[in-house]
Antibody, heavy 123, light 106 residues
Framework: EVQLWEAGGGLVQPGGPLRLSCVAS????????MNWVRQAPGKGLEWVSG????????YYADSVKGRFTISRDNSKNTLYLQMNRLRADDTAVYYC????????????????WGQGTLVTVSS | DIQMTQSPSTLSASVGDRVTMTCRAS??????LAWYQQKPGKAPKLLIY???SLQIGVPSRFSGSGSGTEFTLTISSLQPDDFATYYC????????FGQGTKVEIK
């Protein structure tokens, strides 16, 4: 059974850093691109970032480019999102999501999602 | 950037109704489109991928159609468990979601 479990969310002050992690199980982690998707309170879904299965390709939404860094450790089946210079509008539930198609570089349909971790940016 | 527009924003329907919602892309995305169902406090659930392929385990009352820039999600007979918000997602160029269609009880 595929499982994704995010951790690392919490309350952070504007301008501060935070690192999210997502531990995966139930599939060959390194064979699949992984992504982060966020959802601000009461709002829709926003794609944040994606990374290829090998980790050599990374992609970002314009809203986070230069502030967030996605990475992965395939030996630990873990996906990361390093978030720096956080702003109030980064407040959201952050989901990690697995692509459904193993041949894609970064995005396809997302067939499995974690439960989400809440990041609140506030002073 | 490819923009995704869903309509309507809210849809009021009754159990047993046939329900259709639309997703339009600002440029052609071939059939690189998925549909998700999301309930409050839960992660999205994949329903349809490649515009019309039903995800394993999803009831057959859900169907998707379209290609290019216009897509539809149809629920043939609305069930109590189907009251939720539905999102489309293009993955032709990176990823972008529509703003959602909320299906509420009439």
């Amino acid at each position: 059974e595929v499982q994704l479990w995010e951790a690392g969310g919490g309350l952070v002050q504007p301008g501060g850093p935070l690192r999210l992690s997502c531990v995966a199980s139930g599939f060959t982690f390194g064979n699949y691109a992984m992504n982060w998707v966020r959802q601000a309170p009461g709002k829709g879904l926003e794609w944040v970032s994606g990374i290829s299965g090998s980790g050599d390709g990374t992609y970002y939404a314009d809203s986070v480019k230069g502030r967030f860094t996605i990475s992965r450790d395939n030996s630990k089946n873990t996906l990361y999102l390093q978030m720096n210079r956080l702003r109030a509008d980064d407040t959201a539930v952050y989901y990690c999501a697995k692509v459904g198609d193993p041949v894609v570089t970064v995005t396809s349909e997302f067939d499995y999602w974690g439960q989400g971790t809440l990041v609140t940016v506030s002073s | 950037d490819i923009q995704m527009t869903q309509s309507p924003s809210t849809l009021s329907a009754s159990v047993g109704d046939r329900v259709t919602m639309t997703c339009r892309a600002s440029q052609t995305i071939s059939n690189w489109l998925a549909w998700y169902q999301q309930k409050p406090g839960k992660a999205p659930k994949l329903l349809i991928y490649k515009a019309s392929s039903l995800q394993i385990g999803v009831p057959s009352r859900f169907s998707g159609s379209g290609s290019g820039t216009e897509f539809t999600l149809t629920i043939s007979s609305l069930q109590p468990d189907d009251f939720a918000t539905y999102y489309c997602q293009q993955y032709h160029s990176y990823c972008r979601f529509g703003q959602g269609t909320k299906v509420e009880i009439k």
